[in-house]
């Protein structure tokens, strides 16, 4: 099969090769991949600034149907329409297992960087990753289910929002936009904050029923933020662009005693005011992953359309177009794109 694989370590190494195609074994299940969503972490692997294990198969972002069950599995059919957790293998034994936060695990291996993931034809999975996509999901917005979980676990597990909380979101990409419709959900008024650039993006965050979005080369944000809380600041800020300057918004942005949140892979150091959070008592967290409880809420809310996906999706090609997908990615023109297995 033909699959998308880190070659070797270093930056780039990255190629279209022919791998064989993998086995379900006992409590396994094998996927044929439907559709794999680009996502930050596979750049970041291009560039070697994420951990993994080559030569590895990328892709963690993976929708498809069951074509093969392992030994001992049940309770899944062939043929079913399905996503996968992204973790293969966490130990169930260390503390951070034993405390309910697998994602934590000191021994986990991740589909598309530890172990091969789903930028090919076929992935195998451990059976208790699957989650059955609902009816009026598709496979190309099933590969947006990981995402979510992931927005989910920051936004909700991490941080606590509620109704009527002012919410800053800086950057609209994909993650920020699932971002600002889960606080919306969750009764926050949503700010979306871009820069010139953005602006295909910002109309896509209206589009979506964001409350208000800042461009930043044209709006003054800070005028904005201090209109809506009388002054006071953002209640919760995340942080969902991964660069320096967004960072030190967020820190200005929230209120004191606020919440600042960090979703946004940066991949480097950056330097910011650490001060501040002393001066304000801000509450800084981070989400890494998710855990399996986000994937069901995913799901539900992908399913009533209370999160939207479709608009998100501006490219779907095939996965021989990688380099242009890897592309599109860096320059931030389009907002997700989602990649489909070639023969
Ligand atoms: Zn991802
Ligand atoms: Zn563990």
Same mark, same amino acid.
């Given at each position: 099969?033909?699959?998308?694989?880190?070659?070797?370590?270093?930056?780039?190494?990255?190629?279209?090769?022919?791998?064989?195609?993998?086995?379900?074994?006992?409590?396994?299940?094998?996927?044929?991949?439907?559709?794999?969503?680009?996502?930050?972490?596979?750049?970041?692997?291009?560039?070697?600034?994420?951990?993994?294990?080559?030569? #590895? +198969?990328?892709?963690?972002? #993976?929708?498809?149907?069951?074509?093969?069950?392992?030994?001992?599995?049940?309770?899944?059919?062939?043929?079913?329409?399905?996503?996968?957790?992204?973790?293969?293998?966490?130990?169930?034994?260390?503390?951070?297992?034993?405390?309910?936060?697998?994602?934590?695990?000191?021994?986990?291996?991740?589909?598309?960087?530890?172990?091969?993931?789903?930028?090919? !034809?076929?992935?195998?999975?451990?059976?208790?990753?699957?989650?059955?996509?609902?009816?009026?999901?598709?496979?190309?917005?099933?590969?947006?289910?990981?995402?979510?979980?992931?927005?989910?676990?920051?936004?909700?597990?991490?941080?606590?929002?509620?109704?009527?909380?002012?919410?800053?979101?800086?950057?609209?990409?994909?993650?920020?936009?699932?971002?600002?419709?889960?606080?919306?959900?969750?009764?926050?008024?949503?700010?979306?904050?871009?820069?010139? *650039?953005?602006?295909?993006?910002?109309?896509?965050?209206?589009?979506?029923?964001?409350?208000?979005?800042?461009?930043?080369?044209?709006?003054?944000?800070?005028?904005? +933020?201090?209109?809506?809380?009388?002054? *006071?600041?953002?209640?919760?800020?995340?942080?969902?662009?991964?660069?320096?300057?967004?960072?030190?918004?967020?820190?200005?942005?929230?209120? *004191?005693?606020?919440?600042?949140?960090?979703?946004?892979?940066?991949?480097?150091?950056?330097?910011?005011?650490?001060?501040?959070? +002393?001066?304000?008592?801000?509450?800084?967290?981070?989400?890494?992953?998710?855990?399996?409880?986000?994937?069901?809420?995913?799901?539900?809310?992908?399913?009533?359309?209370?999160? !939207?996906?479709?608009?998100?999706?501006?490219?779907?090609?095939?996965?021989?177009?990688?380099?242009?997908?890897?592309?599109?990615?860096?320059?931030?023109?389009?907002?997700? +794109? #989602?990649?489909?297995?070639?023969?």
């Amino acid at each position: 099969m033909k699959a998308l694989v880190k070659t070797k370590s270093g930056v780039g190494n990255v190629e279209l090769r022919e791998m064989p195609k993998p086995k379900a074994k006992e409590g396994q299940v094998l996927i044929e991949v439907k559709a794999v969503g680009l996502c930050g972490t596979d750049i970041h692997i291009f560039y070697d600034e994420f951990a993994n294990n080559p030569p #590895v +198969i990328l892709g963690h972002e #993976v929708s498809g149907v069951i074509v093969e069950i392992g030994k001992g599995v049940t309770g899944i059919e062939l043929g079913e329409r399905v996503t996968t957790e992204s973790y293969f293998k966490t130990c169930g034994l260390c503390y951070y297992c034993r405390n309910g936060k697998e994602n934590l695990c000191l021994n986990r291996l991740s589909i598309g960087s530890r172990v091969n993931g789903g930028m090919a !034809k076929y992935v195998v999975v451990p059976a208790k990753n699957i989650h059955r996509l609902p009816n009026n999901i598709n496979y190309v917005e099933g590969a947006m289910t990981e995402p979510l979980a992931c927005v989910i676990h920051s936004t909700l597990d991490m941080t606590k929002i509620s109704p009527g909380d002012i919410v800053v979101v800086c950057g609209p990409g994909p993650i920020g936009l699932l971002t600002a419709q889960v606080a919306k959900q969750a009764g926050a008024v949503a700010i979306v904050i871009g820069v010139k *650039r953005d602006i295909d993006r910002l109309r896509v965050a209206k589009e979506l029923g964001v409350n208000h979005t800042v461009n930043l080369g044209e709006e003054d944000v800070i005028e904005l +933020i201090n209109s809506l809380s009388g002054g *006071r600041g953002a209640d919760v800020v995340f942080e969902c662009a991964g660069v320096e300057a967004s960072v030190e918004m967020c820190l200005r942005l929230v209120r *004191r005693a606020g919440q600042y949140t960090q979703i946004g892979l940066v991949g480097q150091k950056v330097s910011f005011d650490i001060d501040q959070v +002393i001066h304000k008592e801000v509450t800084v967290r981070g989400g890494n992953a998710s855990v399996p409880g986000a994937w069901v809420r995913a799901l539900k809310l992908m399913e009533t359309e209370k999160v !939207k996906i479709k608009p998100l999706i501006s490219h779907v090609l095939p996965i021989s177009e990688w380099g242009k997908a890897f592309n599109i990615f860096k320059e931030k023109s389009g907002l997700k +794109i #989602v990649l489909t297995p070639v023969d």
